[in-house]
């Protein structure tokens, strides 16, 4: 089992990056997806996550309206287009995926598989 992201980089405000993260070994649409993101000094931050069933999403609040994910089944990946980016959002962003209660769902503690995570640096 593994998750693999890409799409990492560095990006003025204002920008936009799409962060791509390939599952093999299982199929995305049976978790949930989520990416989690650690800033430098900081602790796991749950972003937003999909559910398998029923493709709902979930954000947390900085990042509402900002930020899209998604799933494609057919190619057992899910993605993070992250639009209007500030230096807030300076991070690496780690793709994981579980099958958490629902009161869990935003705890990063919750999700059992892992990517190696991506450098996303947003800087002017």
Do not use: H
């Not at 936009?16 to 990416?35: D, E, K, P, Q």
């Amino acid at each position: 089992i593994q998750l693999v992201e890409s799409g990492g980089g560095s990006v003025q405000p204002g920008g936009s990056l799409n962060l791509s993260c390939a599952a093999s070994g299982f199929t995305v649409s049976s978790y949930i997806m989520a990416w989690v993101r650690q800033g430098l000094g900081k602790g796991l931050e749950w972003v937003s996550g999909i559910n398998g069933g029923t493709d709902s999403t979930n954000y947390i609040d900085s990042v509402k309206g900002r930020f899209t994910l998604s799933r494609d089944n057919a190619k057992n990946m899910a993605y993070l287009q992250m639009d209007s980016l500030e230096p807030s959002d300076t991070a690496v962003y780690y793709c994981a995926a579980g099958r958490p209660i629902v009161s869990s769902i935003r705890m990063s503690t919750s999700y059992y598989y892992w990517g190696q995570g991506t450098q996303v640096t947003i800087s002017s």
